[in-house]
């Protein structure tokens, strides 16, 4: 087994625990919500080059926000390497350096998340708004 190989599986069972912090339904739903939000944002340039938005911005509810710090989590760093392996299964090519950017926010529609993206040149995470 590779060295990357293992590092993978280990963030993927980090990932699942983070994410197991979650109500039931909610770690599939957020996964998929950044898919959908991927997927709904392509720009179809030619048959072979389809681009998508690099930077998203998940806003979690205060008690799941403050349930992974609790828990030490990094929970941008698995989404982001979630949504990577996504957009490589489906052949997209970022519109720069991909990442996703976790804040709190006492304000959602649904009670628990939201999911935005953009296109940033050069993404940090001080370049998100809040």
């Known amino acids: ?14 990932g699942g625990s983070l994410l197991a912090h979650f109500r039931h339904k909610e ?4 996964i998929e919500a950044l898919h959908k939000e991927c997927d709904d944002h392509i720009v179809v340039c ?16 205060e008690f799941a926000h403050e349930e992974l710090e609790r828990n030490g989590g990094r ?4 989404l982001t390497d979630s949504l990577l392996r996504y957009g490589e299964k489906q052949n997209y090519e ?8 976790v804040t709190r926010s006492p304000d959602l529609p649904n009670g628990r ?18």
């Open 46 to 61: 030619s048959e072979s080059r389809t681009v998508v938005p690099n930077a998203y911005e998940v806003e979690l509810a």
């Open 27 to 30: 770690p599939v739903e957020l």
């Open 94 to 101: 970022w519109a720069g350096p991909l990442t996703v950017h």
């Open 75 to 78: 929970i941008d760093q698995v």
């Open 1 to 14: 087994m590779s060295t990357l190989t293992g590092l993978e599986r280990a963030m993927e069972r980090l």
């Open 113 to 130: 998340y939201r999911v935005a993206s953009a296109v940033m040149k050069h993404v940090r995470a001080g370049a998100f708004q809040h």
